[in-house]
C-alpha cells in the first residue's frame, strides 16, 4: 500500500554542517512531493514541493529532487542553523488526493 | 500565520466532560480537515470535509464527533474521551480543484490532555 519511510531520528548536528534526511515513498502512479516542517509547540509548516519527476522544491536554503527512478525525495541544507531545529515530515498525495505521511525525523543542531 | 487558527491552543478536560475544539481558515479554502498527532505515531487523518460535506472518516471513535457548518469552519466535539485520546490535534485547510489543490496548509493545533 501507499507509505512513506524516513530515515530514523533525532539526527543531531553542529552548527553550519550539512544535512541530510532520507525520504522513500511507495505510490502508484506520479504523486506530488512534499516536505513539512514543526517548529516546537507548532502546528506543521509547507517547507517546500516538487509536482513531478525531477522537480526540485526549494525554500530557505533547503532543496530536495523528485527522484522517480528511486522513489525518492532526500531533503538537504548546506548549512543548517541552530534555528531550524525541528521535526520534518515527508508525504505525498495519495490516489484519494489525501496526504500520506512519514512518522517525521527530529533534528537537533547544536551551537 | 498560515491562515489557519485553532482554539484553545490547549486543553486538560476529564473522561467525563464535552469540550469543543475550534478551527477557522482564512484562506478562502473548501476542504478541511482533522489530524491526531500522538508522540512516536505517524499523523492520523480523523476526518475531511469538502464543501461541507464530510467524505471520509477513519474509523474515528464516536466520542469524537465532528461539525462543519460552513467552508471557513470546523469543529471536533469531544465527550467521554479516554487518557489515550491525549494528543495533539491539528487542523488543516486546502482548496481543492484549484492549482494548488494538494497543498495543505495547518493550524497550530491543539494540545489535549484527558485525565
Known amino acids: 500500500g501507499n507509505s512513506v519511510t524516513q530515515m530514523e531520528g533525532p539526527v543531531t548536528l553542529s552548527e553550519e554542517a550539512f544535512l541530510t534526511i532520507n525520504c522513500t515513498y511507495t505510490a502508484t502512479g506520479y504523486p506530488s512531493l512534499f516536505w513539512y516542517v514543526q517548529y516546537p509547540g507548532e502546528g506543521l509548516q509547507l517547507l517546500l514541493k516538487a509536482t513531478k519527476a525531477d522537480d526540485k522544491g526549494s525554500n530557505k536554503g533547503f532543496e530536495a529532487t523528485y527522484r522517480k527512478e528511486t522513489t525518492s525525495f532526500h531533503l538537504e541544507k548546506g548549512s543548517v542553523q541552530v534555528s531550524d531545529s525541528a521535526v520534518y515530515f515527508c508525504a505525498f498525495s495519495g490516489n484519494t488526493g489525501k496526504l500520506i505521511f512519514g512518522q517525521g525525523t527530529t533534528l537537533q543542531v547544536k551551537p | 500565520e498560515t491562515g489557519v487558527t485553532q482554539t484553545p491552543r490547549h486543553l486538560v478536560m476529564g473522561m467525563t466532560n464535552k469540550k469543543s475544539l475550534k478551527c477557522e481558515q482564512h484562506l478562502g479554502h473548501n476542504a478541511m480537515y482533522w489530524y491526531k498527532q500522538s508522540a512516536k505515531k505517524p499523523l492520523e487523518l480523523m476526518f475531511v470535509y469538502n464543501f461541507k460535506e464530510q467524505t471520509e472518516n477513519n474509523s474515528v471513535p464516536s466520542r469524537f464527533s465532528p461539525e462543519c457548518p460552513n467552508s471557513s469552519h470546523l469543529f471536533l466535539h469531544l465527550h467521554t474521551l479516554q487518557p489515550e485520546d491525549s494528543a495533539l490535534y491539528l487542523c488543516?485547510?486546502?482548496?481543492?480543484?484549484?492549482?494548488?489543490?494538494?497543498?495543505?496548509?495547518f493550524g497550530p493545533g491543539t494540545r489535549l490532555l484527558v485525565l
Open positions: 488543516a485547510s486546502s482548496q481543492e480543484g484549484g492549482g494548488d489543490q494538494e497543498t495543505q496548509y
